[in-house]
């Protein structure tokens, strides 16, 4: 498992701290290090690869305005999870809802949350741009190639469609403690956290990047500003989920199909998990706040799409009344969430 720290005022690790200190700063409870003697505070963040793009570039507008210091790193959704409700860390960042077993866990460690929406965001298929064969896939292609039953068996292109050439497919993707692969499975197998395993797996999604780009036969999945960032290493696959309603024919991820509804069932919303005792600090209210304010800019700055405007006033009131607990009721991956179904459960 890959963990980058984004934005630290110190080189040495967390656990480093407890053993051999750092200047200004001295652990704290709910995965933060306080300050002492005005010195700054530092709000710990992990989870979601998806969500790092967006927490990166705040955490980096933040520290320009603020005194406080952010840490960003990527464990993927589950390992967020895992270290969030050890109250290791502040802040969870999360591709899904929290899971059943992690809402249990969190139970047993005496942390509650409180969840917020803050952008969605579009699993974008991709292939390596000399896969020119490769124009579009349907739902019940990506079940054949991803289901467990194809592990060792749907190796070859043309086994997963006639007239595709005789030639090793090689397939990338999240590791298993990833939001983005959870929902993934969800979505196109119809069970989450189900796949064949002989796939590249990593959470770290410039690893899949590189791995796809390099290969001529490469196939993987992950968040659309990944794709963003380097479209001219790779080519885009449009879905055809089968279901005129959402719109006709195979589509591509992009802000407008993302944030319409028409690119089915590859788009989810993104969240931040706050630990409840975290939530009374005020550099992390204000980190919050700001999040929820200046974010929705750099949302789409670094590929993704946001909520309405209206949203962000919902769920800034919802963090406000400090409403502890999932909204989805610990389902984990929700397929077909839209703008307006979050709305009203918010």
């Not at 630990?275 to 789409?300: C, D, I, M, T």
Request: glycine fraction near 10%.
């Amino acid at each position: 498992m890959t963990e980058r720290i984004a934005v630290i005022t110190c080189s040495i690790s967390f656990a480093a701290l407890a053993l051999v200190g750092c200047k200004g700063v001295k652990e704290g409870a709910a995965g933060s290090e306080t300050g002492r003697g005005g010195e700054a505070a530092i709000i710990a963040v992990d989870g979601s690869s998806t969500v790092f793009p967006i927490a990166e570039a705040v955490a980096e507008e933040f520290q320009k305005v603020e005194p406080a210091r952010v840490t960003v790193g990527i464990s993927g959704s589950g390992g967020g999870f895992k270290k969030f409700c050890r109250a290791e860390t502040a802040i969870s960042n999360a591709s899904r809802p929290i899971k059943p077993s992690e809402l249990e866990l969190c139970k047993d460690k005496g942390v509650e949350f409180i969840e917020l929406p803050l952008a969605y965001d579009g699993i974008a298929v991709v292939v390596n741009p000399k896969a020119g064969w490769v124009d579009h896939m349907t739902v019940a292609e990506l079940k054949k190639l991803w289901a467990p039953e194809a592990q060792a068996k749907i190796t070859h292109w043309n086994q997963v469609r006639t007239g595709w050439p005789d030639a090793e497919i090689h397939l990338f993707g999240p590791g298993v403690d990833s939001g983005t692969y959870d929902y993934f499975t969800q979505a196109t197998v119809g069970q989450e956290h189900s796949s064949r395993g002989d796939f590249t797996s990593s959470e770290d999604d410039n690893v899949l990047v590189q791995g796809i780009a390099t290969d001529p036969n490469g196939l993987g999945f992950f968040g659309l500003a990944y794709y963003t960032e380097n479209k001219d290493k790779l080519k885009i696959v449009p879905i055809d989920d089968g279901n005129p309603d959402n719109g006709a024919g195979p589509i591509a991820p992009s802000l407008e199909t993302v944030a319409d509804g028409t690119y089915q069932p590859l788009s989810r919303p993104l969240f931040m998990y706050v630990n409840l005792a975290a939530a009374s600090r005020p550099e992390v209210q204000k980190y919050v706040a700001f999040f929820l304010k200046k974010g929705p800019a750099l949302v789409e700055e670094v590929g993704y799409i946001p909520l309405p405007a209206r949203a962000y006033a919902l769920v800034q009131q919802h963090f406000d009344k400090r409403v502890t607990g999932s909204v989805f009721g610990g389902s984990g991956a929700k397929v077909g969430v839209s703008v307006e179904d979050l709305l009203s459960k918010e």
